[in-house]
């Protein structure tokens, strides 16, 4: 079975000719409902369906529900972090501290002088210098870039809070209505939360993001919920470190294999060519080794939604797909001799 390829829909390939490249090497599109609204995301997946039936081929999509993540707010326009720079976050909604960047709940009970707090996929850090009643003063450890809906994470910090949210019930509704063939649950913590999206999700399959240190603790039990399993490696580095990242991807991708569970290998897959035409020879690496453990699909995100080079980097890990499965063919035939 070939490894499929899931790509992220966004601004760098929205345009008609350049969706109907990416939908032409593409399996999977998926549509993250954590950013736009519900006229763009229709949008989206009609022009997917009529260039698949122009095409002649079937493209599965994918809704991927946001789950209880700590967002930024609404920001008027994306801000330029450098190196040293100050930046002051306000939290718990309600109007900002002016100049502040908002988020999107109350972490300041949380929040201690020196402990990091991390933009996205850890994309920026910055070191907590002052806390306040309501915000906190940042200095930022490297360049980067701060905008609206991005996630937030504190250092060493797991939020209680469980999916599904009323938001992704919500948001479950429109994907169903638009008949989407999957439904990527994020944050799972135990079997209970996809029990609870099983009956509202219809003939939609339910993918478990395993991106908290709980849902490593019940991974069998929501394995046997689970139509398949998604290795988040953004989030999950986040929560169990980046240097026990390799343990918790290897403990996921064999509790899938016990179950019998396909699983997804998903974030910063090719990350270097958001910003160039050529992957690290890790990068490869990393994605012939997931090829190795019988993924059954692997995960472009900022590559193709927000990258320079969204076509070049789906034709790269179709070529490293083809080559790996090429391998393995060989080496199959040559063990019946």
């Not at 760098?12 to 993250?32: F, G, H, P, Q, T």
């Not at 991708?253 to 179950?259: C, I, L, P, Q, Y």
């Not at 199959?332 to 001799?337: A, H, I, N, T, V």
Request: proline share 4%; glycine share 6%.
């Amino acid at each position: 079975m070939r490894t499929k390829i899931i790509i992220t829909y966004g601004p760098m390939i929205k345009d008609e000719k350049i969706l109907e490249m990416a939908v032409s090497m593409a399996d999977i599109v998926r549509i993250n409902l954590s950013h736009g609204s519900e006229k763009e995301w229709s949008a989206a997946i009609e022009k997917v369906r009529t260039i698949s039936k122009r095409l002649g081929k079937i493209t599965e999509i994918m809704a991927d529900l946001p789950g209880p993540k700590i967002r930024i707010g609404k920001l008027d326009k994306s801000r330029e972090i450098k190196k040293g720079d100050e930046v002051r976050f306000s939290f718990g909604g309600g109007a900002a501290v002016p100049g502040s960047v908002p988020i999107e709940y109350d972490l300041i009970r949380y929040c201690r002088p020196g402990a990091a707090i991390y933009v996205g996929d850890g994309e920026l850090k910055l070191e907590i210098t002052k806390i306040g009643k309501r915000w906190v003063t940042c200095r930022s450890y490297f360049d980067g870039i701060i905008e609206s809906r991005k996630g937030l994470s504190l250092e060493g910090l797991e939020v209680d809070a469980e999916p599904p949210t009323s938001e992704d019930m919500e948001l479950l509704g429109f994907a169903v209505a638009n008949k989407c063939d999957m439904v990527a649950e994020s944050f799972v913590r135990n079997a209970d939360n996809i029990r609870k999206l099983r009956s509202a999700a219809k003939d939609a399959k339910i993918v478990s993001k395993i991106e908290r240190k709980a849902a490593l603790d019940s991974i069998d039990e929501i394995i046997s919920e689970s139509d398949m399993v998604m290795v988040a490696r953004g989030d999950l580095a986040l929560n169990v470190g980046f240097e026990k990242l390799s343990q918790a991807q290897r403990f996921i991708v064999k509790a899938a294999e016990r179950g019998e569970t396909p699983f997804i290998m998903a974030t910063e897959v090719l990350a270097s060519m958001v910003s160039k035409p050529v992957p690290t020879r890790a990068e490869v690496s990393d994605i012939s080794n997931a090829i190795s453990n019988n993924a059954y699909a692997i995960m472009l995100s900022n590559e193709t939604s927000v990258g320079k080079f969204p076509l070049e980097a789906i034709d790269m890990l179709r070529s490293c797909i083809s080559e790996e499965e090429h391998d393995r063919m060989l080496e199959s035939s040559q063990k019946g001799l």
